[in-house]
């Protein structure tokens, strides 16, 4: 079973994005650095193709730094394109996006020619949380539902710049079976569109084979990476269940539970910071996987 999920409230987003563009100088993309080409939405670079393009890899806390690089470096090689990784709460980095900003626009920013900035990104992605950080109040929440019609909201950070929400509600769009088990992984699509039990085990299955440490750390289910490495994943799966708890009467495990605890364990960072894709990987699920 794969997992696809793409409201038809969509099309909304897509022609009001596409009117909003036109006045637009830069672009922020904001993608899960756990996730980051998953959680990006392939709508948008078909319609902001000549914009200058800020990717911010947000919730960098929460993934792994060598691979966060390594997804910087990719992006940092397109065209037009910058990329920075941040924690959206903290204000030193959310800051300096206006210095990114002008460096991809440098002829924008004065009171004549202010710079007109659209920030973009899929439900939960931490929007809300940085135009917060960098208006520097409480000023944006999202309202993350089908057919709740959103005020454009503008804000002004410094005299002649200018941040613009996106108008209505970006969703993710998935291209490829493995990035809507990784969104749903993340919590990034409702619960609704996917199973917990099958989302779980792959994600255990995917740290078994590049975690297994973390693994090992928080659910101690064998005496070492190696024998925790040579276990089947649904055995892999079951014993965390064992260990954590999550057992029904007569002692079976209970998968929905042993699942609602891994994905917890992921999504809150006490597995540890991870990151659960690669550009490589992400290309070859692209070439060899299951299109959608
Ligand atoms: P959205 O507008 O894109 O839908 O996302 P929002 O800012 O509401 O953020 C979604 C969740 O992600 C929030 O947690 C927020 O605190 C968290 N978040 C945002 N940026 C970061 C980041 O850089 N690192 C980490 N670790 N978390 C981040 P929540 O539990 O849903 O809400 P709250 O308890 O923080 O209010």
Not at 56 to 77: C, G, I, P
Not at 238 to 244: L, S
Request: aromatic share 6%; glycine share 6%; net charge neutral.
């Amino acid at each position: 079973m794969s997992i696809q999920w793409f409201p038809g409230h969509m099309h909304l987003t897509r022609k009001a994005i596409g009117e909003r563009v036109k006045t637009i100088d830069v672009v922020i993309e904001m993608v899960d650095a756990r996730l980051p080409a998953s959680s990006a939405n392939p709508m948008l670079r078909e319609l902001l193709e000549h914009k200058p393009n800020l990717k911010v890899l947000n919730k960098a806390d929460l993934a792994d730094a060598a691979r966060t690089h390594e997804w910087l470096d990719w992006y940092n090689q397109q065209h037009n394109t910058k990329a920075v990784a941040m924690d959206g709460h903290h204000t030193a980095p959310a800051r300096a996006l206006i210095d990114a900003c002008m460096a991809l626009a440098p002829s924008r920013g004065t009171m004549d020619k202010p710079m007109r900035v659209l920030i973009c990104g899929i439900p939960n992605v931490g929007k809300s949380t940085l135009i917060n950080t960098m208006v520097g109040r409480r000023a944006a929440k999202a309202a993350n539902e089908p057919g709740v019609t959103r005020q454009e909201q503008r804000f002004s950070l410094q005299d002649g710049f200018y941040l613009f929400d996106t108008p209505g509600v970006l969703w993710p769009r998935i291209i490829v079976a493995q990035s809507g088990y990784n969104l749903a992984a993340a919590g990034s699509i409702g619960r609704n569109a996917f199973d917990d039990e099958l989302v779980a085990l792959e994600l255990v299955a995917y740290l078994q084979r590049h975690y297994p440490q973390a693994l090992l750390a928080r659910y101690p289910v064998a005496d070492n990476v190696q024998a925790l490495t040579a276990m089947a994943d649904h055995v892999l799966f079951d014993e965390v269940g064992r260990k954590r708890g999550a057992l029904l009467p007569g002692g079976r495990v209970n998968a929905q539970k042993a699942a609602e605890i891994i994905l917890q364990d992921f999504r809150s960072g006490v597995l540890g910071r991870l990151t659960i894709e690669t550009p490589a990987e992400f290309q070859e699920w692209l070439a060899t996987g299951e299109r959608l």
